[in-house]
């Protein structure tokens, strides 16, 4: 499924991102997800929905925060070059669950653009980039600015 731009809404896959790291993200101070699989070649360039979730803090409803384009992905070769990115991807080395794992991969995800709501919208279930492949974002909740690069990125 690709992303389409009509007059009114924008139609898009979603991905999860949980607080803190979906505002990061949204403030452009962090710049790189992080996975431990590489991004769907079909989801390179395109506009996603960036859905944040709670996860442990659970003191809001899961929303969209806002659109991003991600890069190509790269892989981590090793702890230590993982964590000498650490200004990047924002996750602190001793994060229980997002930190270097030696049993598996960890990706990177560089953000090439972001589009901020000036609303959350409710997203649709099921939830996550595998399964969440029509996210319906009303384009009057983006600035007149991120309307006109978002449809130029488009074209």
Known sequence: ????????????????VQAPWAQLIMSEAKVVETRTYSIPKKH?????????TPGPRGDFRTR????????????YGSEQEFN????????????????WSDTHEKW????EAVYRLSESVA???PRGIV????????IKLLSKTDRSRLQAAES
């Open 64 to 75: 969209i925060a806002g659109i991003i384009v991600f890069g190509q992905s790269f892989r």
């Open 108 to 111: 990177g995800w560089p953000v």
């Open 123 to 125: 997203p649709p279930h």
């Open 44 to 52: 390179v360039g395109r506009p996603l929905a960036l859905i944040e």
């Open 1 to 16: 499924m690709t992303s389409t731009v009509q007059e009114s809404i924008l139609v898009c896959a979603g991905i999860n």
């Open 84 to 99: 000498a990115d650490f200004s990047r991807h924002m996750v602190p080395p001793s994060h229980p669950l997002f930190s």
């Open 131 to 138: 399964f969440c492949t029509e996210c319906s974002i009303p």
